[in-house]
Nanobody, 126 residues
Framework: VQLQAYGGGSVQAGGSLRLSCVAS????????VGWFCQAPGKVRRFVAG????????LYEDRAKGRFTISRDNAKDTVYLQMNNMTSEDTATYYC????????????????????WGKGTLVTVSS
């Protein structure tokens, strides 16, 4: 499956952005999905993940209460709504997917994901 992320850009602190990631070439509902971010000079880290059917999600602590992951399997798309953003959210954001047999699996480890989008840059100015 191929993934393409959209929606990055510049926003002021306290603002919002919604990232989208469109999948092609596979049956999207077969895949657990996730969002990761990587700031300059830092390792890629987990932001949020969601089960195949959208019934469950996990968030890193800094994302809880501010970010929401969602998916529309009919549109082969996963979203990341980011609210109340801070300069610490500045990073390149990547979407990822991996086939999962279970409907309740949320994948947190980057090394488990098989497919990655190219990333979209988000810059938050204070």
């Amino acid at each position: 499956v191929q993934l393409q992320a959209y929606g990055g850009g510049s926003v002021q602190a306290g603002g919002s952005l919604r990232l989208s990631c469109v999948a092609s070439g596979g049956t999207f509902s077969d895949y657990a999905v996730g969002w990761f971010c990587q700031a300059p000079g830092k390792v890629r880290r987990f932001v949020a993940g969601m089960t195949r059917n959208g019934g469950g999600a996990l968030y890193e602590d800094r994302a809880k209460g501010r970010f929401t992951i969602s998916r529309d399997n009919a549109k082969d798309t996963v979203y990341l709504q980011m609210n109340n953003m801070t300069s610490e959210d500045t990073a390149t954001y990547y979407c990822a997917a991996v086939e999962r047999g279970g409907f309740n699996d949320v994948v947190v480890l980057a090394s488990t994901y098989k497919y990655w989008g190219k990333g979209t840059l988000v810059t938050v100015s204070s």
